[in-house]
């Protein structure tokens, strides 16, 4: 999830504070970001058929399951074994189908319950939590955080394409400092993308730790000293998103494969967490022959909600309405 993706968890541009942060006696607690502003917006009621399609820990489902009992029907999708496995334990039921996969693969899944189930394959409601949980953060093996040494791998699967690191060691300068600046807005692009890719191939980046070694000796030492954000932040976002092809999937969802699924009327929430996705999230709800926006501005998480899940400081809520006879 979403999550950074998640149902999700929290912010991309920071490692985890507060609530969601692990410590060495326990699991992460994942936190689903504007639990009750989404329950509220999807307008939700007995019987309908929703789709969460960033499971993540669970926590959005959960309720969604509550609200629309035994009578409905929840799908949900999650990239990551691991996220199924936790999520499993709170959503569950006769009623509940968990897909292992993107949910730009939604189409084929509703195909395939309409054959069984007689129903129209259609959602009534649809989720996008484009976070990541804290349980993918804490997990050193995944390599979210570059807080933590770690395999630089940075994939939701780990059955998908190749890892961040193998990116690296076969990219060319020009196509790092592309993806630095497209996917993480990084000012230094144009120093970082050749360092990075000389180390990579000598194969000195393997692990998180390699790459901030990297991203510390390039960037200005003024940077270091007075920014904000780690120079890294940026760096990891942009290589996530790379090796997950995700705005690849929010934009085909959006534009292609939410419009032909989605019901008439039916609703769509997505909760961003940086400027590119939800640039694309305005762009699309802003198709009047697709979408009614049912939000004019973004719903962003109370103070409260902030001061309890520091990470949920980004999230930025867009809900739209399909529009019927399209």
Known sequence: MGNFSAGNASTPDAEPAGPGKKNSSQRAVHLPVMLREVIQHLQLESGLVVADGTLGAGGHSREILKAIGSAGMLLAFDRDPMMISLAEKIVCGENVHIHHGSYIEIRDVLQRHS?????????????????????????????FSFQTEGPLDLRFSTSENVSAAQWLATAHDSQIVRVLT????????ERLGPAISLAARRGEIQTTKDLVRVVEQTVPPAILRNAEKHPATRVFQALRIQVNDELTHVSTMLN????????????MAVITFHSLEDRLVKQAFRQKNLWEEVTDKPIVPTPAEIRFNPRSRSAKLRVARRVPGQ
Not at 129 to 141: C, E, N, P
């Open 256 to 267: 292609q494969i939410a419009p032909e699924v989605l019901a008439p009327r039916g609703i």
């Open 115 to 143: 054959q069984s189930t007689g129903r129209p394959p259609l959602v009534d409601r649809m989720l996008l939590d484009l976070g990541y949980s804290s349980d993918q953060l804490a997990d050193r093996q995944r390599g």
């Open 182 to 189: 497209e996917f993480g807005e990084e000012p230094f692009a």
